[in-house]
């Protein structure tokens, strides 16, 4: 996985490099200078993503806290954590999930109980991924008319679909971790923590029987996902280029399909760029403009990734320097 990150990170960054190369950067900061500073707006904008994920996540929870100590602001932060780790740190998209688990440890919330619920949040996540592409299919589809084939758009609908399916499926009628934490023993000999797989995997059927909850949580995470619409919008308009709300969904859910299954890549370096350049094209969006909408959503990255990492690692150093007072005392 190292090598695979690497190679990615490599491959993005030449291809970033390439698409700016060959852009007009004066075009890119002229698009960005016209907007002025109304285009920070989209950086208070991008809390609702965080509160919707934050609102699903703790559905899910719910059984596992049943003396409220999960807020929706703790959350919230958590999902700010989550979301710098995946997309500032060279990790796969799963770093986010793992020290999610570790924040909500963090509160008392059990072992198996976390696990389960970011095992099956990201479940949900590629359902709501699926959801989004079909979206963006359908507009592109309904605008382009007879241009795209429905027989096409079908068959990656499907195509789509049958990694959640089988996710789901076999998570929800199987042993996965007991058996895989069985294969691993018979490797290497160990068998101590078959108690614990055999809890996971418990405790994961237990939440996806919950239909109801489950269900919200996909809500809430589309409905999260979709708001980035609204950035491509806003930032196009303050660019001189205005584009109807289908067009923008059409390149936000688009663009984010493309480079969720470019997970290897960390970040989406180059990828995100690419495909809204290749999408935008399609939709009389230049080059430069799609860069610019690029440029902006990285800034509001960073903007909200690098606060939420340093406040991570100052409360996980706090938090050992308690542990080492406390042992001293």
């Known amino acids: 996985m190292k090598v695979a990150l690497f190679i990615g990170g490599l491959l993005g960054l030449a291809l970033l490099i390439v698409l700016v190369t060959r852009a007009d950067l004066a075009g890119i900061l002229q698009a960005i200078t016209l907007a002025g500073w109304s285009v920070f707006w989209l950086v208070p904008y991008r809390a609702l993503f965080f509160v919707l994920f934050a609102l699903g996540w703790g559905v899910l929870l719910q059984p596992g806290d ?17 979301e710098g780790v995946d997309r ?21 919330i059990g072992s198996s109980v976390a696990a389960a619920s970011v095992i099956v949040e990201v479940l949900v996540n590629l359902a709501a991924l699926w959801a989004l592409t079909v979206i963006g299919l359908v507009l592109l ?34 042993s996965v971790f ?12 160990l068998r101590t923590f078959a108690v614990s797989a055999a809890s996971l995997d418990a ?19 589309l409905a999260g996902l979709l708001s980035g619409a609204f950035e491509v919008w806003l930032a196009l308009r303050l660019f001189g280029h205005p584009i109807d709300w289908r067009d923008a969904t059409i390149m936000e859910c688009l663009m984010q399909a493309v480079r969720h299954a470019a997970f290897v890549v960390p970040g989406g370096l180059g990828v995100q760029e690419l ?21 902006i959503k990285r800034m509001r990255e960073l903007v909200w990734g690098l606060p939420a990492l340093i406040s991570w690692q100052w409360e996980e150093g706090r938090r050992l320097r308690h542990a080492v007072h406390g042992d001293s005392s």
């Open 66 to 82: 049943p003396h409220r100590r999960l807020s929706l602001r703790y959350l919230t932060w958590v999902a700010t954590v989550r």
């Open 178 to 189: 007991a058996r895989l934490e069985a294969w691993i023993g018979g490797l290497i000999g």
């Open 203 to 221: 405790q994961v059927r237990a939440t996806l029987r919950r239909a109801r909850s489950v269900t919200l949580c996909g809500v809430a995470q």
């Open 141 to 174: 589809a309904v605008r382009e008319g007879h241009a795209i084939r429905p027989g096409v758009v079908a068959l990656i609908v499907l195509t789509g679909l049958a990694l959640p399916v089988f996710l789901g499926l076999t998570l929800r009628f199987g």
């Open 275 to 295: 495909s809204l350049i290749y999408i935008g094209q399609s939709l009389g969006v230049s080059a430069e403009l799609a860069l610019a909408v690029s440029l």
């Open 88 to 108: 500032l740190l060279p990790v796969a998209s799963v770093g986010g999930a793992i020290v999610g688990i570790r924040l909500l440890r963090w509160r008392g």
